[in-house]
Every structure is written in structure tokens, then in C-alpha cells.
């Protein structure tokens, strides 16, 4: 784990980023229908990823800044309420934090997508903004807590410990 201000930066962007890029690349396959299609998401195209990275570009600023604003403090609150470091294993510890954070990160952006993607771009009226970003909570969160469990923290501890080899 980072033991300096930079190695944290440096783990928050990866972090960051890897959480945006799978939430992406399940966003814009939906948005492309490939969930409603005959075998549904085992016939993306690989147009999913390139788009994906597009927008992966500037979410994954916003998820970046959102953890450290609120995201990541209230995940250690939630771990420190459901779990005692003294006594419990480190890895459940871990697991507590991360869903804690996925617990505020993931109403969080889906408020920005919802805003960024429906109102702004889409034209969507204001008045349906609290529609528009329940609905976008309930299609995110049980891919943000998998992706987050399953791929995105561990690959960003693997590439952390490889960019870092002493800290882990």
C-alpha cells in the first residue's frame, strides 16, 4: 500500500482509472445494446473499447476527484464501523473499505453521468434528474461492487506492487 503523499496519488489514479475504464466499457456497451441483443454482452464488438477509453479519459478525473474529496473517507469510515484492523484480517478489512467506497462512489457518478450524459448532452428536462439518477444507480452498482471487488482493486494493487515492489 502507498507510505508516501505521491505513491497515494499514484495509486488513486490507477485506481481511478481502472474503475472508469470497466464501468465504461459496461456503459457504453448498454448504450450500443448489446445487452438486449441475441447472446448479449458475449457479442460486444471491439468499437466498445476504444469508446470506452474516450470516456474513460475524463471519468476517470472525475472519479479521482470525487474519492478524494468524500469517496475514500467515507469508505474508511464504513471499514472502521464494520471492522477492527487490531483484531480482524487485513484482507476483510480491505474488502469493508472497498465497499464502503463503492457504496458513495457509486451514487456519486452515477449523479455525474447522469448530469454529463442525460441532461447535458442528452437534453433531458432538470425535473427528471432524480429518475434519470436512481435508475443509472440501479443499472451501475452491481457492476461498480463486482468490478471493483474482482478486477479493479486487485489490478490496481498488482500494478501498484509491481510499479512499487517495497511497499507491498
Given at each position: 500500500?502507498?507510505?508516501?503523499?505521491?505513491?497515494?496519488i499514484?495509486?488513486?489514479?490507477?485506481?481511478?482509472y481502472?474503475?472508469?475504464?470497466?464501468?465504461?466499457?459496461?456503459?457504453?456497451a448498454?448504450?450500443?445494446?448489446?445487452?438486449?441483443?441475441?447472446?448479449?454482452?458475449?457479442?460486444?464488438?471491439?468499437?466498445?473499447?476504444?469508446?470506452?477509453?474516450?470516456?474513460?479519459?475524463?471519468?476517470?478525473?472525475?472519479?479521482f476527484?470525487?474519492?478524494?474529496?468524500?469517496?475514500?473517507?467515507?469508505?474508511?469510515?464504513?471499514?472502521?464501523?464494520h471492522?477492527?484492523?487490531?483484531?480482524?484480517n487485513?484482507?476483510?478489512?480491505?474488502?469493508?473499505?472497498q465497499?464502503?467506497?463503492?457504496?458513495?462512489?457509486?451514487?456519486t457518478m452515477?449523479?455525474?453521468?447522469?448530469?454529463?450524459?442525460?441532461?447535458?448532452?442528452?437534453?433531458?428536462?432538470?425535473?427528471q434528474?432524480?429518475a434519470?439518477?436512481?435508475g443509472?444507480f440501479l443499472?451501475?452498482?452491481p457492476?461498480a461492487?463486482?468490478?471493483?471487488?474482482?478486477?479493479?482493486?486487485?489490478?490496481?494493487?498488482?500494478?501498484?506492487g509491481?510499479?512499487?515492489p517495497?511497499?507491498?
Open positions: 500500500m502507498p507510505k508516501t503523499k505521491t505513491q497515494g499514484i495509486f488513486g489514479l490507477i485506481m481511478s481502472a474503475m472508469a475504464y470497466g464501468m465504461e466499457v459496461y456503459n457504453i448498454i448504450k450500443m445494446g448489446f445487452n438486449l441483443s441475441a447472446g448479449g454482452f458475449s457479442n460486444m464488438t471491439n468499437i466498445v473499447f476504444w469508446e470506452a477509453f474516450k470516456e474513460a479519459l475524463y471519468m476517470g478525473a472525475f472519479v476527484l470525487f474519492s478524494n474529496l468524500w469517496g475514500n473517507k467515507l469508505g474508511a469510515r464504513f471499514m472502521a464501523r471492522c477492527n484492523p487490531e483484531k480482524d487485513p484482507y476483510f478489512c480491505q474488502l469493508m473499505r465497499a464502503g467506497t463503492v457504496a458513495v462512489m457509486c451514487p452515477s449523479m455525474v453521468e447522469s448530469i454529463l450524459f442525460n441532461l447535458i448532452l442528452g437534453g433531458a428536462p432538470i425535473v434528474l432524480p434519470i439518477w436512481v443509472t443499472k451501475n452498482f457492476m461492487f463486482f468490478w471493483n471487488m474482482f478486477a479493479a482493486a486487485p489490478f490496481s494493487h498488482w500494478l501498484f509491481k510499479l512499487f517495497n511497499n507491498h
